[in-house]
């Protein structure tokens, strides 16, 4: 590696440390020179991040250009316009699928049970998620598991495992949808719900609720007294093999 490829090495490592120390600290220049990072791995990206924002206005202008305008950029092609488009078709998607779960901090059923009908709203294939608590009951993070359907819970234990290593909650509530429109719980579900109460107790997780949503309603194992049944009737035996 010569003196420039070392230098231009270096920057890029300054810049990744920069931002793993704070990232609301960087201007959008920066931002937008760090992504290009993996869309140009070998070129000073830094002009190139200065020219977009100069065309675009904003990062925000940036994420929102279609592609044929982007690629016009001096030091844009094809690959990049696209790579740049991508994650603005992301961010679009992740804002407009996530919003309904933001406004839930302490969770309550009756308070955020249209956050969670709102979340599943416009999902023609059956989802579930887990939503992940502290101690305290605050939310850590939600997690997202099948698309097929609750029944097939077995398939994501290593994933489930992996983010609950990852958050480190107390408690857990899942939620998954109905699209045939029925709120009420199936076998399958109550099976379901039983399974996964063991995956949580298998981690020190406690399970306190199950959803249920469809587009205007909403079911609590819980508050149905359901929950408490269902962890009485199965333990983890009945799963695991255990003696």
Request: aromatic share 10%; proline share 4%; net charge neutral.
């Given at each position: 590696?010569?003196?420039k490829?070392?230098?231009h090495?270096g920057?890029?490592?300054?810049?990744?440390?920069?931002f793993?120390?704070n990232p609301?600290?960087?201007?959008e220049?920066?931002?937008?020179?760090?992504?290009?990072?993996?869309?140009?791995?070998?070129?000073d990206?830094?002009?190139?991040?200065?020219?977009?924002?100069r065309v675009f206005?904003?990062?925000?202008?940036v994420?929102?250009?279609?592609?044929?305008?982007?690629?016009?950029?001096?030091?844009?092609?094809?690959?990049?316009?696209?790579?740049i488009?991508?994650?603005?078709?992301?961010?679009?998607r992740?804002?407009?699928h996530?919003d309904a779960?933001s406004?839930?901090d302490?969770?309550?059923?009756?308070?955020?049970?249209d956050?969670?009908i709102?979340?599943?709203?416009?999902?023609?294939e059956?989802?579930?998620i887990?939503l992940?608590?502290n101690?305290?009951?605050?939310?850590?993070?939600h997690?997202q598991?099948?698309?097929?359907?609750?029944?097939?819970v077995?398939?994501d234990v290593?994933?489930i495992?992996?983010?609950f290593?990852?958050?480190?909650p107390k408690?857990?509530?899942?939620?998954?949808n109905?699209?045939?429109?029925n709120?009420?719980?199936?076998s399958?579900?109550d099976?379901?719900t039983?399974k996964l109460n063991a995956?949580?107790?298998l981690?020190?997780?406690?399970?306190?609720?199950?959803i249920?949503c469809?587009?205007n309603?909403a079911?609590?194992y819980?508050?149905?007294?359901?929950?408490?049944?269902?962890?009485?009737?199965?333990?983890?035996?009945?799963?695991?093999?255990?003696?």
């Amino acid at each position: 590696m010569n003196t420039k490829e070392n230098l231009h090495s270096g920057h890029r490592d300054r810049m990744t440390e920069k931002f793993m120390l704070n990232p609301s600290y960087m201007h959008e220049h920066e931002i937008l020179e760090m992504l290009l990072y993996y869309a140009i791995p070998r070129v000073d990206t830094n002009p190139i991040a200065h020219r977009l924002l100069r065309v675009f206005g904003s990062l925000n202008g940036v994420f929102k250009a279609p592609p044929e305008r982007l690629s016009a950029v001096e030091g844009v092609g094809n690959k990049t316009a696209c790579f740049i488009s991508l994650i603005g078709e992301v961010s679009r998607r992740t804002c407009v699928h996530e919003d309904a779960l933001s406004n839930i901090d302490t969770f309550s059923f009756y308070k955020n049970k249209d956050d969670l009908i709102n979340y599943f709203h416009n999902l023609k294939e059956e989802r579930f998620i887990i939503l992940m608590f502290n101690d305290k009951f605050k939310l850590l993070s939600h997690a997202q598991f099948s698309d097929d359907n609750i029944s097939s819970v077995t398939a994501d234990v290593p994933e489930i495992a992996f983010a609950f290593a990852i958050h480190k909650p107390k408690f857990a509530i899942v939620a998954h949808n109905h699209p045939s429109g029925n709120v009420m719980p199936s076998s399958a579900d109550d099976f379901a719900t039983a399974k996964l109460n063991a995956i949580c107790s298998l981690h020190g997780v406690s399970l306190v609720d199950h959803i249920i949503c469809t587009k205007n309603d909403a079911y609590s194992y819980h508050y149905d007294n359901k929950l408490d049944k269902l962890k009485k009737e199965y333990d983890l035996s009945k799963f695991f093999g255990k003696k």
